[in-house]
């Protein structure tokens, strides 16, 4: 899609807002209020400048390069520098804070009480768990794991016990069917899948173990075999779930983990370029990618946005209300908050479980002051109890959005009502291969403004280029490709297994000589539309590729429609973004049926449900229409815009171009009649 469309396609009629100032309070006491840091992050002191972010690590050997170009444009990062992860996130903290929280657990439940793991009980747990996964599940340093954990402790206790021996986790979002489960363990080439019986999602306890069962078929149908399957219980010693468990091959960890109590694993000194962990998301053709991401680059680059634009220090607490499964509760849930020794909050459930007061009753109860979330939770909220907030005595002094554009007008609900107007916002725009954040304002520096993610943050110098390369000038408000002109520590180091398609994807469209070793001819192509604003702000439009961010989640048109042909009368299918006051974005799903079928309610039923067992719910569509055919252009191709333009109930446009122009008419009649 073009620059012209994409803008087009999303339909931009946001005005121009006002600034909002952080307030004095938070500016008092944050870790960064000096403008003059992007001074010293400007492109003439880059890469240097960087050395900053490695120097909030500990290494075990320091690093002789910072930036080493050779292998364009695959960069690396402080070559020559050892670390552990695990280490960095755990065992430096002991001294100073091994009895302050690590983890707040808190159950969906309401009625089970909240667990406070201190950062010393964490310790223990996560090297009584490495040493298992070292002795009973034979795992060593560059192994894959996968990994399809609800968020419970289970899941950073087994991520940073993977971390402490160099084996490299691949955490797939539980809500993920097994079958996806399965073809990231084939891609990934893990022999061990670790996962859980059972957890909690409104209120229900749901059948995890299932899904371990079919992940593990589907990857033996592409050829990989799953050895060993290790399965936490939500309740130790009890086993929740309907699904037998397989002799010989399924394990539960609370029964293996007594014979390694008390167990103490060294960490495993690692090169900063060795691989963390994969993290899968999704692209414009069926497959998913797995972004591989780097222990030192991406520690650090986690560390400083989590100190200076999560401005989180130790004594703060810190809730990001995202899952773990993604990339924002890898980066901020996680490694960062845990490289800073802070006490950060995982919870289990849905925010609106059992009410929509639960999320402020949680901040009541821990007094937590810097909230995380997203647009879709925030929508949510808003709708469903938008004066819940003034109910509950907390007081955020941070929160932070992510994963989608937000509506100036849930923004303003989200500043006002839910931080009292007391708090700062941070927008933070940025995207799995990126690590953590590119564009936000400095919580401390930059006044905000409702529906702009900001200017790039230290060290990250975007530009706005059309499709031909000239960049599109700033306080036009034309929109175009954004791109970061530089690399920087926490951008993922390829696509595993498949560096082709990661220089196709994030790289050709700009680069000027496939040849050149100099990062300055290797632009990174990030896939959004972008405005860039007169003040150097960038307001982010949404996909320019086949990718539709359903609620904050990435998913691959390629992958609903590739679902939906697995239905046997199916004989096309196109999906389409329709905007959606809650979720920001909905796939409607058309298809058109093979000769000699009937279009039935059943049918269109059969098709949801089949996109929804094939990749989880949140894939399933607002609606499915089977339609007698798909427009198309005279080489064939479907036009998904204009079904686009009719599920959202906007003018369609010239047609007559099309090899079908009739059926225009037809499909919007059955859509919207
Ligand atoms: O389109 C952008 C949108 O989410 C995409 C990245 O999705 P994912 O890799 O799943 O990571 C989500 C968490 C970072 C981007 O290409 N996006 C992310 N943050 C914002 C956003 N769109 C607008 N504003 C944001 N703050």
Known sequence: MTEKNAAAYYDVHWQEEGYYYPPPDFVGQANCTDPSIYQRFSLENFPECFREFADLLHWDQYWHTILDTSDAPCWKWFVGGRLNASYNCLD?????????????????????????????????????????????????????????????????????????????????????????????????????????????????????????????????????????????????????????????????????????????????????????????????????????????GYLSYVSWMSKYVQDIHPEDVYWCMA???????????????????????????VPTYPDPGRPWRVAEELDVNIFHTSPTAIRGLRKAGGDEPKKYNFKFKHMTTVGEPIEPEVWRWYYHVVGKAGAVIVDTWWQTETGGFLCSTLP??????????????????PVILDDEGREIPAGEGRAGNICIKNPWPGAFQTIWKNRERYVKTYYEKYCKDPKSTDWRDWPYLAGDAAVPEEDGYVRILGRIDDVINVAGHRLGTKEIESAALRVEEVAEAAVVSVHDEVKGIIPDLYVSLKPGHDPSEELAGKVSETVSDVLGKIARPGHVYIVDDMPKTRSGKIMRRILASISNYNTVGDVTTLANPHIVEEIRKQVQD
Not at 200 to 226: F, I, P, T
Not at 273 to 278: C, G, Y
Not at 323 to 349: K, N, R
Not at 450 to 460: E, F, K
Request: hydrophobic share 35%; charged share 20%; net charge negative.
């Open 323 to 349: 899952d773990i499964g993604w990339i924002t509760g890898h980066s901020f849930i996680v490694y960062g908050p845990l490289a800073l020794a802070a006490s950060t909050v995982v919870y289990e459930g």
């Open 92 to 296: 430096r903290h002991l001294d100073a804070y091994k009895n302050k929280t690590a983890i707040h657990f808190v159950p969906e439940l309401e009625e089970e009480p909240i667990l406070h793991i201190t950062y010393q009980e964490l310790y223990r747990r996560v090297n009584e768990t490495a040493a298992l996964l070292r002795d009973f599940a034979g795992l060593k340093a560059g192994d894959r794991v996968t990994l399809h954990l609800p968020m419970t402790p289970e899941l950073p206790i087994t991520m940073l016990a993977c971390a402490r021996l160099g084996v490299i986790h691949s955490e797939v979002f539980a809500g993920f069917s097994g079958k996806a489960c399965g073809d990231r363990i084939q891609d990934s080439g893990s022999e061990v899948l670790i996962t859980m019986d059972g957890y909690y999602r409104s209120g229900k306890m749901l059948d995890h173990k299932e899904k371990a069962d079919e992940a593990v078929e589907a990857a033996a149908r592409q050829g990989q075999e799953v050895k060993k399957v290790l399965i936490w219980r939500r309740y130790p010693g009890r086993y929740s779930s309907p699904t037998p468990l397989v002799e010989g091959r399924d394990f539960c960890m609370d029964e293996q983990l007594p014979a390694y109590r008390g167990r103490i694993i060294a960490p495993v000194s690692l090169p900063a370029e060795d691989i963390l962990f994969l993290m899968y998301t999704s692209g414009s053709t069926g497959s998913p990618k797995g972004c591989q991401h780097s222990i030192g």
């Open 444 to 461: 401390g520096v930059n006044p905000m403004k409702p529906g702009s993610a900001g200017p790039g943050l230290p060290g990250i110098h």
